[in-house]
């Protein structure tokens, strides 16, 4: 695991030309990510081209160096990431003539580009994001895994230099990188509380989408997918057999991640897919498995004593942490990891039990990606039940139902479920999980961000564009695929690898293996939402591993009390941020409506602690990123992220 950045001028007409001020950008720009990989840089600068990265050791502590290169030395890679197969990988390889040099899962890649080219990828099984430059062709290869576990930016900057990184704010250490802000992303984060792929804040800067790779090469970017979830249903397969499948699969699974030259963990929050993971690792391991868990004072939102159930079936090394509300003080270090806009408070406990786990470990497992991969999300319960109004005409929903909802005042009983049951299936369950829907951004938008309520949102366009992809007939399928293209990459990924890269831990996800993905997406949605029952298959696959009380209890989200921190700690904070002149003058959203929603929240009328975070989130983020433009530099990087 590790952070890489670099960059690609093959004119050599920039502004940059000399060696040495070209050597000095690149180790800025792995300096200012050097949480990702405390224990080693390494760089590459010749004509051209310069690549960095830096490492954090996980496999072949003493042979991992980069970047890396082949035989003859024209192929050469920066890696962030672990390949699990690179085992047999590597005898595949030495059976077709390659030698290694190293034990290391990077030279790997390496082989398999010399030997596959671009199609090495599909022979790779793990989460990467890798840059190789392939000096005999003058071609730089970029990929990005399956799922998107690893992140990976890149834009061709205003002097045609191409430029790339693990984090936004390693391209922003390039001079030509502009930082003009894209309005599109800003109406994108305030409905989904962060920005989807290809999109970035920055109007020049995209994320390369999972499953995709990248060209460039004769000055031309070309991007093409190379994988895909894929909702093929197989309507021959059995519950029984798919229960001894998917068990087979998820040991593997979980096995073949427990490859590592450090010691390792995992992250236990009380549900089924943590608990799940702890114990297909315990019957893997000679040691306790190490666990590591996050509860608050408020009961309500305090998993421990599931934790803790699952923690002593298995006789683990466990360890808690208490979060308690003096922790909102971190919310500045956040919003620098993170580089864009990011509203999932849940960020909170991530980043802290990723810190509680680095006090012991070096590499944790984690129980992410079981929601979109079986249905666990209660929104798919309600929506199923929201689907009986698809039968009333269209007519009726959008000639009657939708002018009505607009037309009552905006703190109107039952509004919001009006506006949201008249709209059409796609719409519904996009408006089901904004922060601002269509209802509320005509009084939260300031100035040009006023265009956006004009037409469908970019966001609006994507949800459809993905529905339209999948032959199931069946709905529930459509929102996997959906939340598997958006929300999982997203929100859920971005947050795990930024809260764990920050602490210098290494995250790895069991339940997203794509041989596991594949073989759950043939399987009928009926066995994973069974009825109003989300799980269904899972639970019954894991019903000897995971206790029976975990496997009973309702869905709960790993949440945080933002509510009463809201009202109570973060109260003054937040009003003075949201009400002070700069941010009343940036012309983005309408001053008068953030006195509603604060008004509202502090009287106890509506709950808006979603839409006041989200807020209050991208106030910091601008910042830090936009007003405090060139402070990510050399000269800052002694500092703290939140003395920045």
């Not at 990248?214 to 798919?242: G, I, M």
Request: charged share 25%; glycine share 6%; aromatic share 10%.
């Amino acid at each position: 695991m590790c952070g890489i950045a670099g960059f690609v001028d093959l004119k050599a007409v920039t502004a940059i030309r000399d060696k040495t001020e070209r050597t000095r950008l690149l180790d800025r720009m792995c300096n200012v990510i050097s949480h990702r990989g405390p224990d080693d840089q390494g760089m590459l600068v010749e004509d051209g081209v310069a690549l960095g990265m830096r490492r954090l050791s996980i496999i072949d502590l003493a042979g991992g160096h980069q970047p890396m290169s082949g035989e003859d030395g024209l192929v050469n890679i920066v890696f962030n990431g672990e390949i699990y197969n690179y085992r047999e990988l590597q005898v595949e390889l030495e059976a077709s003539g390659h030698k290694f040099r190293t034990n290391s899962d990077t030279e790997t890649i390496v082989h398999a580009y010399e030997e596959y080219g671009s199609d090495c990828v599909e022979r790779l099984r793990g989460m990467f994001g890798f840059a190789i430059w392939d000096r005999g062709s003058h071609r730089l290869f970029v990929a990005r895994d399956r799922a998107g576990k690893k992140p990976l930016y890149y834009t061709v900057a205003s002097d045609g230099t191409f430029v790339f990184g693990s984090e936004l704010k390693s391209l922003l250490q390039h001079p030509q990188v502009s930082r003009r802000v894209n309005l599109e992303a800003v109406d994108a984060y305030f409905t989904l509380g962060y920005i989807p792929d290809p999109l970035t804040i920055f109007s020049d800067v995209h994320k390369l989408p999972p499953g995709h790779h990248l060209v460039y090469e004769n000055e031309r970017v070309t991007v093409q997918q190379y994988w895909d979830f894929s909702f093929e249903t197989d309507n021959t397969l059995c519950e029984e057999d798919c229960i001894v499948e998917l068990r087979r699969l998820l040991d593997e699974s979980v096995k073949l991640r427990l490859v590592s030259d450090v010691p390792l963990g995992a992250f236990l929050s009380g549900g089924i897919d943590s608990s799940t993971i702890v114990g297909l690792m315990a019957g893997h391991m000679s040691q306790p498995v190490k666990t590591f868990s996050i509860g608050f004072h408020e009961d309500s939102y305090n998993e421990l004593k599931y934790a803790r159930l699952t923690a002593e079936k298995f006789s683990t090394d466990h360890h808690e942490f208490l979060v308690t509300p003096d922790i909102c003080d971190i919310v500045d270090e956040l919003v620098w990891h993170f580089d864009e806009p990011f509203a999932d408070s849940s960020a909170i406990p991530t980043f802290m039990v990723s810190k509680l786990a680095r006090e012991h470990v070096k590499v944790s497992l984690s129980g992410d990606g079981g929601d979109e991969l079986f249905a666990g999300y209660t929104r798919y319960v309600i929506d199923k039940k929201r689907d009986v109004f698809s039968r009333v005409p269209a007519i009726v929903r959008k000639g009657l139902m939708g002018p009505i909802s607009r037309r009552l005042p905006h703190n109107a009983r039952g509004r919001n479920f009006i506006h949201n049951v008249a709209l059409d299936p796609i719409d519904r369950y996009l408006d089901s999980m904004s922060i601002f829907t269509g209802l509320n951004k005509d009084r939260l938008y300031n100035g040009e961000m006023r265009g956006y309520l004009m037409a469908d949102s970019l966001v609006q366009k994507q949800f459809q564009e993905y529905a339209a992809k999948v032959e199931s007939s069946d709905e529930t399928d459509k929102l996997l695929y959906i939340d598997s293209k958006t929300y999982l990459p997203g929100d859920i990924l971005t947050k795990v690898d930024r809260m764990s890269m920050a602490v210098s831990l290494e995250a790895r996800v069991p339940l997203l293996d794509h041989k596991l993905i594949e073989f759950v997406s043939r399987v009928p949605s009926s066995l994973k939402l069974a009825g109003f029952e989300t799980k269904y298959l899972l639970k019954r696959a894991v019903a000897d591993i995971v206790p029976e009380e975990i496997l009973r209890r309702p869905k709960q989200g790993f949440g945080v009390p933002i509510q009463e921190w809201i009202n109570q700690q973060l109260k003054a904070r937040i009003r003075d941020t949201l009400n002070s002149s700069v941010s009343r003058q940036r012309g983005y959203i309408n001053p008068d409506y953030i006195q509603v929603l604060l008004e509202e929240h502090e009287r106890g009328r509506r709950d808006h602690s979603m839409a006041l975070w989200s807020l209050f989130m991208f106030e910091l983020w601008h910042r830090q990123y936009v007003d405090a433009t060139g402070r990510l530099c050399a000269e800052e990087l002694a500092c703290t992220p939140s003395a920045i």
